[in-house]
């Protein structure tokens, strides 16, 4: 069973600029959830996509986006990036009627 | 709106000294609280999932029991690959998201 992936590992960025997030369901999961952790926080939940559609989103500005793909597979998109945007982006998949995630080893994005 | 706090924010235990950490919660319709596990840049590790008051769930050191408005991880005689932040989160009826608590980081000394 292949668990959760996601890429790239690190990413740094400067202000202002777009960034694209991806990442790879564990197999047979259809749920995918993305979150943002602030050093020495808790994650943040962002949104989360179901059958490619996005069904709930947390706090956050529109310039944060997602896709989900018919394989589950999902992107997290963030424009005009912000010194603030800088964190480590968690992807979680799992069942929708199964409430456990089940976390790939995130993004570590710095913005400059 | 679901909120969750964990104390102690930190906790050094020697190796061998069991102790416990706890997680208060807030939450409309509770539908599960899960406990984390994460090392230093990595991802959360799924521990276990609780849905009612008095479920309790054991894995090796680790023991997590819930009540109506918090939960306890349970850490016996500790060893230092125990180390890690611990992470307490919850999910409501109403919602799929999962509310995280900010952690408390474990430390075992040899």
């Known amino acids: 069973e292949t668990g959760v992936t996601q890429s790239p590992t690190h990413l740094i960025k400067t202000r202002g600029q777009q960034v694209t997030l991806r990442c790879s369901s564990q197999?047979?999961?259809?749920?995918v959830s993305w979150y943002q952790q602030a050093l020495g926080q808790g994650p943040q939940f962002i949104f989360q996509?179901?059958?490619?559609?996005?069904?709930g989103r947390g706090n956050f500005p529109p310039r944060f986006s997602g896709l989900q793909f018919p394989n589950y597979s999902s992107e997290l998109n963030v424009n005009a990036l912000e010194l603030d945007d800088s964190a480590l982006y968690l992807c979680?998949?799992?069942?929708?009627?199964?409430?456990?995630?089940?976390f790939g080893p995130g993004t570590r994005l710095t913005v400059t | 709106e679901d909120q969750v706090t964990q104390s102690p924010e930190a906790l050094r235990l020697q190796e061998g000294e069991s102790s416990s950490l706890n997680c208060s919660y807030t939450?409309?319709?509770?539908?599960?609280l899960f406990w984390y596990r994460q090392d230093p840049g990595k991802g959360p590790e799924f521990l276990f999932t609780?849905?009612?008051a008095g479920e309790e769930k054991e894995k090796e050191r680790l023991k997590a029991t819930l009540t109506k408005k918090e939960s306890f991880l349970h850490i016996t005689a500790p060893k230092p690959e125990d180390s890690a932040t611990y992470l307490c989160?919850?999910?409501?009826?109403?919602?799929?998201?999962?509310?995280f608590g900010d952690g408390t980081t474990l430390t075992v000394k040899p």
């Open positions: 979680a998949s799992s069942f929708p009627e199964n409430y456990e995630q089940y």
């Open positions: 197999s047979g999961h259809n749920t």
């Open positions: 996509y179901y059958r490619e559609e996005e069904n």
């Open positions: 939450v409309s319709g509770l539908r599960g």
């Open positions: 609780l849905y009612s």
């Open positions: 989160a919850v999910q409501s009826v109403n919602a799929g998201k999962s509310t």
